[in-house]
């Protein structure tokens, strides 16, 4: 089934591309997609409804040492989850949330970033010259929201989901995770 269904979508990605380009995408994640095979011979989720069971969203870091779930004794199912760099309250968060608020069952956010968050360690112009360096293009168009101060910017993000009307009956904290403990403080 699973074969049938890849071959299917390499015929028409072969019809879009060129076929070295699908053939290297699709070695790019056959280590994932085998992982998901075993995944489906045990999936246990079935039936799980789309509202968050315990009305939470927790917006943090795309950091990969970060298991919200885990970290916060949280099943699939209990939470929606919302990540970006520096686990910053952008445009779309708010959006997100306003959808997540009304109609996923969620009355509480946690912004939580994290120690050692790059985002925080470097300014902006130190990130373009990086990606630069990393032989990726001019990137001074973009603004990456760096800060200096994490906890100020925490609270500050918090204050804005406070502050915006469409989102004035939201509870929100924000929290600082120890990447190197696990434990998670509030600052607000
Ligand atoms: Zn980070």
């Not at 879009?16 to 085998?34: G, P």
């Not at 708010?94 to 608020?101: D, E, G, N, Q, Y």
């Not at 994290?114 to 630069?132: G, K, L, P, W, Y």
């Not at 906890?151 to 918090?158: G, R, Y």
Request: hydrophobic share 45%; net charge negative; aromatic share 6%.
């Amino acid at each position: 089934m699973a074969e049938r269904a890849i071959a299917h979508a390499l015929a028409l990605s072969a019809s879009r591309c060129a076929y070295h380009v699908v053939v290297e995408v699709e070695r790019s994640f056959q280590d994932v997609l085998e992982a998901n095979e075993a995944y489906v011979s045990g999936f246990r989720l079935k039936g799980l409804q789309a509202t968050a069971a315990r009305g939470l969203a927790i917006l943090t870091c795309m950091d990969s040492r970060i298991e919200p779930l885990g970290m916060l004794g949280l099943d699939p199912g209990d939470a929606k989850i919302l990540r970006n760099a520096g686990a910053r309250v952008t445009d779309d968060v708010l959006r997100t949330l306003v959808l997540a608020s009304y109609l996923l069952g969620v009355d509480r956010a946690m912004v939580i970033g994290h120690t050692s968050c790059r985002m925080f360690a470097n300014t902006e112009d130190q990130v373009h010259e990086a990606i630069a360096e990393a032989g990726g293009p001019d990137t001074r168009s973009l603004s990456f929201l760096m800060g200096t101060e994490q906890n100020e910017a925490i609270i500050s993000d918090v204050q804005r989901i406070h502050s915006w009307p469409y989102l004035a009956h939201l509870k929100v904290g924000g929290f600082l995770y120890d990447t190197d403990s696990g434990r998670i403080t509030q600052l607000c």
